[in-house]
Nanobody, 118 residues
Framework: QVQLVESGGGLVQTGGSLRLSCAASGRTFSTYVMGWFRQAPGKEREFVAVVNPSGGSTYYANSVKGRFTISRDNAKNTASLQMDSLRPEDTAVYYC???????????WGQGTQVTVSS
């Protein structure tokens, strides 16, 4: 497993932007698939975006496609989620997670709160 710490959450108005970062420990970060998930109050955790180990392939939930961008910097052991055109329904605790290809996510950060005011 890898240790993950998110940062960058906060309060923003509708239409605004935030950039979340996920710092990972260990020397094998470049071998992990990195994902972002979110959980709104009273709802189940849902998938947001994923990036492959090299950073060359990404995939998004339909609800964020065209507004969010996932990226990673393997030299700095970080993954990021750029969130633009934020909406009140994006309000949630956002988590980064790591897994090996073909495996389940087994490393999770503590989460960072994102609140979008209308």
């Amino acid at each position: 497993q890898v240790q993950l710490v998110e940062s960058g959450g906060g309060l923003v108005q509708t239409g605004g932007s935030l950039r979340l970062s996920c710092a990972a420990s260990g020397r094998t970060f470049s071998t992990y698939v990195m994902g972002w998930f979110r959980q709104a109050p009273g709802k189940e955790r849902e998938f947001v975006a994923v990036v492959n180990p090299s950073g060359g392939s990404t995939y998004y939930a339909n609800s964020v496609k065209g507004r969010f961008t996932i990226s990673r910097d393997n030299a700095k052991n970080t993954a990021s989620l750029q969130m633009d055109s934020l909406r009140p329904e994006d309000t949630a605790v956002y988590y980064c997670a790591a897994r090996y290809n073909g495996r389940e996510y087994d490393s999770w950060g503590q989460g960072t709160q994102v609140t979008v005011s209308s």
